[in-house]
């Protein structure tokens, strides 16, 4: 089983976000992902047991171990296996950097969701 990102193409900062990230990965040559766009195929969320909200809010990468990474965790397991990015996810992986990047990214995703809705992109 190949790795699996649920993504929302309908926020156009996650959609440029995920679009850069499947260029490096596929310059680098891997191309076996599978991009969910959660936006035009919203039952795929069942696959996470999660609801279409929550994966509008936050990346969400079941990896090929069948292993659900969501947030930041999500764009660290990306980014493990872009070998440009490899030492960004270490990095991350650091025990303060680590709940440091959960806090931010946290608040970052919840303002970008309200930000989202307010504009009625969904």
Known sequence: MSSKVYYNSACPVCNAGIKDQRQRMEACGIKDIEWVDVDAHP?????????????RERLYVKDADG????????????????????????????????????????????????????????
Not at 72 to 77: I, L, N, S
């Open 67 to 122: 292993e659900l990474n969501i947030g930041v965790d999500a764009f660290t397991q990306l980014w493990s296996e872009t070998p440009s990015q490899r030492w960004l996810a270490s990095l991350l992986r650091l025990p303060v950097l680590k709940q440091l990047t959960h806090l931010a990214y946290n608040v970052f995703a919840r303002l970008l969701y309200q930000w989202n809705r307010a504009k009625r992109h969904w």
């Open 43 to 55: 039952e795929a969320v069942s696959e996470v047991g999660a609801s279409l909200e929550q994966v």
